[in-house]
């Protein structure tokens, strides 16, 4: 039995109690009604804290998540260094002189055809979108990408578009070396926004800025001036808005799929063996995403073209949405989320704040009321 007591006692150690942290007066019973417990007993703000610390799926959505070291032991160890000296000493400097070279050809071609044949606007589009492709390629061959190709290539048509998850900006690289699109896209700064207003302008892209609401109105009527145009290059659009890990898709912006014309889904899917392809803009600019893929061992990637969507009768854009996500999601093996990906650039609303407060505020005054 004495035994038994000790053990008894060392339990109650581990786990000791509150109100021995806390002063005498702070426990005190007035009127020998209200306790402590009662007052932390605010079990529903504290559920719904729990639970969103637990079960964050949104943040989980645009983390990016390291490889397990390998290089463990003192057998493994010498390999990695020795892949480390190949990757940064050999592959980069041989990469960056293809993509250098690319560059040189790429400037050398563009140029002369977008000053010298502006009277002919059908042949210098089309050799527009051929250098397009090109330099796209040569980005490719930097990281040595692996990239298959799942389905029939993608042709110019009138009312139609093609939508795709998003994971990183070399999204539009990987399918631009297929197939000239028009991308709509964020404007970005620095050399990156220099290409956008030059090169990718020619063919047809739509930029816009989130921090401007008038936007939203331009870049609608540019879209259904686009779809409707004959001969424009088929319109590119990542519906979520912004980057997720290629773990998850967040919710379709319903703008592709309320201009009543055919949506061809793109399914994405990166395969981590030698890199992680997400971009996490927060933490890394462009550049130095890129200078992480050409210091790997290859980006390896697989896209499918899916069979084209059209809104069936009955089906509202936000429902149509949601069903081309699902395709996408199943094809890639991505998990679903109900989540705006846009809700990564800003904070709750000062409203949405003071609704918790207040209803935090009605939830112990109650209980001080009951007591």
């Given at each position: ?25 702070s ?12 007052l932390?007993?605010?079990s ?47 592959l ?16 050398s ?21 051929g ?8 980005f ?9 190709y799942?389905?029939?290539r993608?042709?110019?048509r009138?009312?139609q ?32 926004g ?28 540019k ?94 854009p ?20 109900p ?8 904070r ?20 001080l009321?009951?007591?």
């Open positions: 039995m004495s035994k038994l007591r000790e053990s008894d006692s060392e339990l109650e150690l581990d786990h000791p109690n509150i109100e021995d942290y806390l002063p005498s007066e426990i005190r019973e007035p009127h020998g009604k209200l306790r402590l417990r009662d932390l007993d605010i529903p703000t504290l559920s719904e804290a729990a639970g969103a610390i637990v079960d964050d799926s949104f943040t989980r959505c645009f983390k990016s998540n390291p490889p397990e070291p390998w290089n463990w032991n003192v057998y493994l160890f010498p390999l990695w260094c020795l892949g480390v000296v190949v990757r940064y000493g050999l980069f400097p041989v990469r960056v002189f293809v993509l250098t070279a690319g560059w040189i050809i790429f400037l071609c563009y140029f002369p055809v977008h000053f010298l044949l502006k009277g002919h606007d059908k042949l210098r589009k089309k050799l527009e979108r250098l397009v492709e090109l330099i796209c390629s040569f490719v061959a930097s990281w040595t990408g692996v990239v298959k799942h389905g029939p993608p042709s110019i009138p009312k578009v093609f939508v795709a998850n998003h994971t990183s900006m070399i999204d539009f690289i990987v399918l631009e070396q297929m197939t000239a699109f028009a991308v709509i896209m964020q404007k970005h700064p620095g050399w990156v220099l290409l956008q207003s030059t090169i990718l302008e020619s063919l047809g892209c739509i930029w816009f800025n989130r921090s401007e609401s008038k936007d939203r109105e331009v870049v609608a009527r879209l259904r001036e686009h779809v409707n145009a004959a001969d424009s290059n088929p319109l590119l659009i990542f519906p979520e808005g912004t980057c997720v890990n290629n773990h998850y898709t967040v919710m379709f912006k319903k703008g592709a799929f309320e201009l009543g014309c055919t949506v061809c889904p793109v399914a994405i899917k990166y395969n981590k063996i030698f890199v992680d392809a997400f971009w996490n803009s927060r933490k890394q600019s462009f550049t130095t995403h890129l200078l992480q893929l050409m210091t790997s061992w290859a980006v390896v990637c697989d896209v499918w073209y899916l069979e084209p969507q059209n809104l069936r009768p009955g089906e509202n936000i429902e149509f949405a949601e069903r081309v996500r699902d395709i996408i999601s199943l094809r890639a093996g991505l998990k679903k989320v989540w705006d990906g846009y809700l990564k650039y800003s709750p609303s000062p409203k949405l704040r003071e609704q918790k407060q207040q209803s935090f505020a009605e939830s112990l005054l109650h209980r009321e009951d007591k």
